[in-house]
């Protein structure tokens, strides 16, 4: 606000009106994962490659067109706002146009939103006289989910207008965008981040929010969420505000809120199979159900759990996996919990015979 | 007069019978200013709209039972009327946009935008945000799940979303990813007891421990329909005794002799009269995926292990298929017809077996 004022170009009648706003309306507190977003590119844990190339950038006040890649949590949203944010400083928000799966982003929109803003030209001074790049930045965050049409539409548009505009676009599955962009940009790779950085991560909010904890605790967060430093977070802010700022967090509680499925509960399933008694296994899964558990949940659980298990052999868990595929995606397209699960289970004991 | 499941349901979050520490949970989570969206899961007659019930009453006070029903008409994209029923009060509104079926995207997203961009109307001492609770959420087609993701996030600051499924596993994963889930498991047998005898004594009867138990069997461990089970049987018969007859769900029983023709005879003669029987339960208005789940655990309970597996793969597949075409029948038919096949086929060839 200061500094908005400072620069002198506003008028004093609409610098009274936000002020007025401000007042009456508290600021509700943010996310973590908002709050702890890093503010600039140094901050950005594990990816050493990007932020080297990106330090170069912002010295040299230059970006190339990019396509950030790799799994969900990994920090790519973060890396191109934090860029963006030390390139152009307070006006950051007039030369960025961010749209995510959640706006609307057909051809139509590629024809005209994006079209027209890339093709405004921006000033290489900023309005205080000091020097900006002259260009804005355009952020497609998952990318992946335009339609292929949405994508070619961009094609001719990247070219044309890259005197003014630079685009970043980011993506889960690298082979879901079209070859054209694809070599239209420099490609960057972002890699899970390994346990210690998202435990170090977690150390830090910790401490600054006063969560009490335990320490293996920080364990099983890494556990549940498997790199993805959004979700670590998440669960830990949950878990914050169901148990109350007195309660020291421990590992039941987080396996409780994240809605993950007791070890044991894998097992038994595999070990009711192995029995071959179908009645036991009717009786077993009814007991998940009146868990409430979710069957989809167990699902996910148990590949990981199938794929490395030492008391199966090959065609065995190929069998089961194969299985375990069909029932999972008919799960997801509405097919009932109980005979999903029940098929799988007579499958395992038929491989396991 | 009330039903005893209306007439007894607990209105505060410390009066639960169960699940006590969870209960003490969600205070914690009222106690803070900042609230997420919730999903509560759970089978049903768990309590999950019990608790959250409670948890509004809560944080906005006994202002949240005075509760007025309104109907709430929607035009879809195509300019056709869409009715659905809501319950509100001046700070929650409940829904089921399942009703509104394949337009249920319309209706999220119109009745949010309705509701979230509206205030509060006093601010001092109440939350800031409107409560909408989703029932059934699990029904809600993927589009509409979409497009309420979108929304939850955008109207943050005026409105929270409390969703009630039966399961998560319907619900795309960035909806669970923005909720704080809420798992209500069924109370257990001891749980169940202790609450059907409590409210017989509240209604001045003597229950039997014995008849309670048997309830509780037939219940399975659905609290809402144990109780309503006991106050059927009360209608029955007033003084409860030990070995007193509880009345079975009807459905539950035809359905049960429908399993049992299957098995005793497989000729196309009897699956018209099967088909018969199945439009007979989808006509009173059963499900068709209880149906079909009551259907394959009749059928394969005797079976030999090798029909089991078989059966369920088909079960499986047909289900599946059922959920996504519009004709019930045709897949409860498939299935059937399906069955008597493997079963024929399985007594044709032990009759070849014992020839030699």
Known sequence: MQAFLKTGKSTAGSGDKNQGATTTRRKPPAPWVEKYRPRNVDDVVEQSEVVAVLRKCVE???????LLYGPPGTGKTSTILAASRQIFGDMFKDRILELNASD??????????????????ASSVRPDGKPCPPFKIIILDEADSMTHAAQSALRRTMEKESRSTRFCLICNYVSRIIVPITSRCSKF???????????????YICAME??????????????ISGGDLRRAITTLQSCYRLKGPEHIINTADLFEMSGVIPEYYLEDYLEVCRSGNYERLEQFVREI?????????????????????????DPQKAKICDKLGECCFRLQDGGSEYLQIMDLGCCIILALK | MALWVDKYR?????????????????????????????????????????????????MYGSGVERLRSETMTFTTPSNRKVEVMTVSSNYHLEVNPSDAGMYDRTVVIDLIKQVAQTHQIEISGQREFKVIVISEGDELTKDAQHALRRTMEKYVATCRIIISVNSTSRIIPAIRSRCLGIRVAAPNETEIVSILQNTCKREGLALPVELAKRVVDKSERNLRRALLM????????????????????????FLRETASQIISEQTPAKLEKIRERLYELLIQGVPPNLIFRGLVEQLVSNCDMSIKAKTLEFATEYEHRMQSGAKHIFHLEAFVAQFMNIYKKFLSELVMTDDF
């Open chain 2, 10 to 58: 607990p209105r505060e979050l410390s009066k639960l019978d169960y699940h006590k520490d969870q209960a003490e949970n969600l205070r914690n989570l009222c106690k803070q200013s900042d609230f997420p969206h919730l999903m509560f899961y759970g089978p049903s007659g768990a309590g999950k709209k019990t608790r959250i019930m409670c948890l509004l009453r809560e």
């Open chain 1, 289 to 313: 159900g009146f868990s409430a558990y979710s069957v989809g949940q167990m699902m996910e659980q148990f590949v990981e759990f199938v794929v490395h298990h030492p008391g199966l052999n």
């Open chain 1, 189 to 203: 790779r972002f890699k899970a981040l390994g346990d210690d950085k998202v435990i170090d991560r977690l150390k």
């Open chain 1, 60 to 66: 040299g006040g230059d970006l190339p067109n990019m």
């Open chain 1, 210 to 223: 006063g969560v009490k904890i335990e320490e293996d605790a920080y364990k099983s967060i890494v556990k």
């Open chain 1, 104 to 121: 609307e982003r057909g051809i139509n929109v590629v024809r005209t939103k994006i079209k027209n803003f890339s093709q405004l030209s």
């Open chain 2, 230 to 253: 006991l106050e059927a049987a009360k209608v029955a018969k007033a003084p409860f005794t030990a070995n007193q007859e509880i009345p079975d769900l009807d459905w539950q029983v």
